[in-house]
């Protein structure tokens, strides 16, 4: 089974990562920054976790306003590192834990919490800049992450009180994965600071020191507070503390803190501590009885004839083929498509496989390969076929077998205003 080897906080202010580039660990302005992480590296190096579950906020890099989460978990295979605006810092993409993150997903959801998933984005400062100082990745990464981006910037934004049930529950999940895994919780950002208005430049060090001793003695404290009372001593960016407490509720009820520091060079105190546990956390349920209630939801449906839920894996393992389908939406694309898909396909990397999928129309292949249905009413759409003849091609029959189980006979489909469908 997975285990929890213990927890990190850390900052993730870019200056941590610009330092590491910039070589500055002998200038006596920025060596301390690295000093604060030399304990982190060697109890890595001595824990060996396997992954990293790892708490960060995006920065309006990857993540948007047009579509923003509260919890944001990554389910990929990789994560490459993120253009900012200069373009992205030299370190190579880091591997993902698919498997894990399907299960912690299905385990977080069952008990309550509304997740949003990612794959495929590139991951900013709030995650690279603390860990490319914590690992050594010169010859790649040691290891893999599962990233959780937490939506802090566009309020209303998740409660402490929330934060710490969360990692409670992520305690549980971690451990009933059915996978020798060791597994390090890694929270970033804070502490006190605010980068906007004429508040810019807050800092409060008394509060910090209070709200690290609280999350080691405490924690329940910490979660009552509001957000109104995280920004009034922590500044309103500094309220991205509150993240600290998923790690923190990831461990026991009484912790052994085995490191901590803190150094205040400018805008953004740079903090570190590693956390174990100091006590035993009681099961409420067997890991058989955990792992059945957290299916509950799904089980059986893979006996219904023809039915291929449209999960997790089968969104990893497609995920390039849905991401060239899902760009049917955009005109250019469109026309480049039907002129001479080869070239698309080049471009996008799909396998022989999927191309030949696509080239063939096979949609009863295509579902059962892991793409999504109202991608495939795209393709039918730009190629000039219904709704209705995918459906007869779904079950095996001609578009006359499929009506005559219809109530009335008609045909349609999603594409727009002059489109030319087979009839």
Known sequence: MATIVGGIGSSHTPTIGFALDARKQSDPVWAPIFAGFEPVQRWLREKQPDVLF?????????????????????????????????GPRQLPPVKGHPGLARHIATALTADDFDLAYFQGKPLDHGCFSPLSVMWPHEAGWPGAIVPLQVGVLEFPIPTAR????????????????????????????????QVHGERAG?????????????LEREPERLAELTIAQYAERGGLEGAEMIMWLIMRGALSARVKKLHSTYYLPSMTPIVTVIYEDDSPVAAHETDAEYRVRIERELAGVESLPGTYPFTLERSVKAYRLNRFLHQLIEPEFRRRFLADPEPLFEAAGLTAQERDLVRRR???ALIRYGVIFFLLEKLAAVVGITNLHVYAAMR????????????????????????????
Not at 54 to 75: E, K, Q, R
């Open 54 to 86: 790892f708490i960060y906020n995006d920065h309006v890099t990857s993540f948007f306003f047009d579509h923003y989460s509260h919890f944001a978990l990554g389910v990929g295979e990789e994560y490459a590192v993120a253009d900012e605006g200069g």
């Open 162 to 193: 929330r934060c710490f049930r969360l990692g409670r529950a992520l305690r549980r999940a971690i451990e009933s994965y059915p996978e020798n895994l060791r597994v390090a919780i890694v929270a970033t950002g804070g502490l006190a600071h």
């Open 202 to 214: 807050f800092n409060n060090t008394p509060w910090d020191k209070e709200f690290l001793d609280l």
């Open 362 to 364: 096979d949609w009863r």
């Open 396 to 423: 095996g029959e001609t578009l006359e077998e499929f009506q005559r189980t219809r109530n009335v006979q008609m045909l349609y489909s999603v594409a727009g205003q002059g489109a030319q469908l087979k009839q």
